[in-house]
């Protein structure tokens, strides 16, 4: 099978497509959840018991990323870690996904293989199985190459955290440099060639953060996605009504982010991560947060980067290196598109 070609008849659910999807399910070992009815059932849909008065945390996205192969994943790591992301940042613990596939007629059979796989194994590190999925081949041209919508849940065991969370005197922290996935992503497609690796974070921040959330004390939390730093940050603000200060010094950003950027004309503080979350957190556990996080192999760079403050709510404002002040405006488009 690896040596062959999506075909426009695999997506016609006959018998040609029951070999597509045996194709597609033999990469994954997890299919359900304990005790559910999962993909290997075939049934019109699937189901996972859920602890009693328990909170579900739901999320589905659309990924459409171009190149779809890149430094440090494809789109099919992005589709587990992107989805699952959202849900860990409300304070759940995911629990399972659906996955559609949208192909382009020709797609090689050998690049599906290598998506399903960087998919199953983030799923196997999470332990989180895909229990749902479709999966839909369109003629050639129709669409660029693959296209994947993944759905994720999630089970909120102690309370859910939300962006309107964040209140005067909490600390803003990040897990970690900003901007690494676009950058890349960017760097890969206009052809830079340059001397220092820029990979991809794509990563699940879920055993990362997850010790993070039990200690009760983060007000608020998010993946800095699409737009950025400067998205999550306006997020809070406005949401939480108050006003948020970053010290510059201490974001952590690395050399060659910035570098690109400044070739490229962009700022890094609007671009996306995929595997860092933005959190703010009551200020008296603030560096044991900090600590436990540097206690990570993905959070060896998390640094404390400002405040959050009651005065001019709604705005973000950076205190630059040289002492002066300027607001963080949210992104008016998207700097750098397709890259999620
Ligand atoms: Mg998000």
Redesign the pocket.
């Known amino acids: 099978m690896k040596d062959k070609i999506v075909e426009l008849s695999m997506g016609g659910g006959g018998r040609k497509m029951d070999e597509l999807i045996e194709f597609i399910r033999s990469h994954f070992s997890l299919q359900q959840v304990k005790d559910g009815v999962g993909i290997e059932s075939l049934d019109d849909g699937a189901t996972f018991p859920t602890p009693k008065e328990s909170e579900l945390v739901l ?1 589905t996205d659309g990924h459409t990323v171009d190149p779809i192969f890149f430094t440090g994943g494809n789109i099919g790591s992005l589709a587990i870690a992107g989805t699952i ?2 849900v860990c ?1 409300m304070g759940a613990k995911p629990t399972a996904m659906t996955s559609a596939l949208i192909i382009e007629e020709g797609f090689k059979m050998s690049d599906l293989s290598l998506i399903l796989k960087s998919m199953a194994d983030m799923c196997q590190e999470l332990n989180v199985p895909i229990i749902a999925g479709d999966t839909k081949v369109m003629p050639k041209g129709t669409i660029d190459k693959i296209a994947i919508v993944t759905t994720g849940f999630g089970v909120i065991e102690g309370k859910a955290i939300y962006d309107s969370g964040a209140k005067p005197g909490d600390k803003v922290i990040t897990t970690g440099p900003i901007g690494d996935h676009g950058v890349a992503l960017l760097a890969h497609r206009e052809g830079l060639n340059l001397q220092t690796e820029l990979k991809s974070d794509v990563a699940p921040v879920y055993s990362l953060i997850k010790s993070v959330i039990e200690t009760g004390k983060v007000t608020a939390m ?2 800095p ?1 699409r737009g950025g730093l400067s998205g999550v940050l306006n997020e809070f603000a406005s949401k939480s009504e108050v006003s948020i200060w970053i010290n510059e010094e201490n974001v952590p950003i690395r050399p060659a982010v910035v570098a690109v950027s400044e070739i490229l004309g962009l700022d890094p503080y609007h671009i996306s991560c995929e595997g860092k979350a933005i959190m703010t957190v009551k200020p008296e556990s603030a560096e044991e947060i900090l600590q436990m996080l540097k206690n990570h192999p993905l959070g060896k760079d998390a640094a404390i980067i400002g405040e959050v403050k009651e005065e001019k709510p709604g705005y973000v404002i950076i205190e630059t290196s040289i002492g002066g002040h300027r607001i963080l405006e949210k992104p008016i488009g998207e700097p750098i598109p397709r890259v999620c």
């Open positions: 999320t992301n959202d940042v998010k993946d996605t």
